[in-house]
Nanobody, 118 residues
Framework: QVQLVESGGGMVQAGGSLRLSCAAS????????MGWFRQAPGKERELVAA???????YYGDPVKGRFTISRDNAKNLVYLQMNSLKPEDTAVYYC????????????WGQGTQVTVSS
């Protein structure tokens, strides 16, 4: 079992920044691919960014150039730095772990609310 706990959400004005953190349990964190997803009201959940155990990253088109995902394997943490925030970034953000390569994300955090006002 992997437990994930997100923090760092909140309310910010458009153009501002937030950094989300996700703390993971377990000694094998460095083996996991980690992702940040978001879900806005009435919309499907979407993958925002991901980081593989190799350190390679993926970003969804809406956040490219504005968001940065990173990880600290020594501390079992993954971060999402969000800059130049827009009202359309408003959503609940979830941290997720993919513990087996090639399968779906199988552990999820409880989510943290990000609200961007115009």
């Amino acid at each position: 079992q992997v437990q994930l706990v997100e923090s760092g959400g909140g309310m910010v004005q458009a153009g501002g920044s937030l950094r989300l953190s996700c703390a993971a349990s377990g000694p094998t964190f460095s083996r996991y691919s980690m992702g940040w997803f978001r879900q806005a009201p009435g919309k499907e959940r979407e993958l925002v960014a991901a980081i593989r155990r190799s350190g390679s990253t993926y970003y969804g088109d809406p956040v490219k150039g504005r968001f940065t995902i990173s990880r600290d394997n020594a501390k079992n943490l993954v971060y999402l730095q969000m800059n130049s925030l827009k009202p359309e970034d408003t959503a609940v953000y979830y941290c997720a772990a993919q513990t087996v390569i090639g399968t779906s994300y199988d552990f999820w955090g409880q989510g943290t609310q990000v609200t961007v006002s115009s």
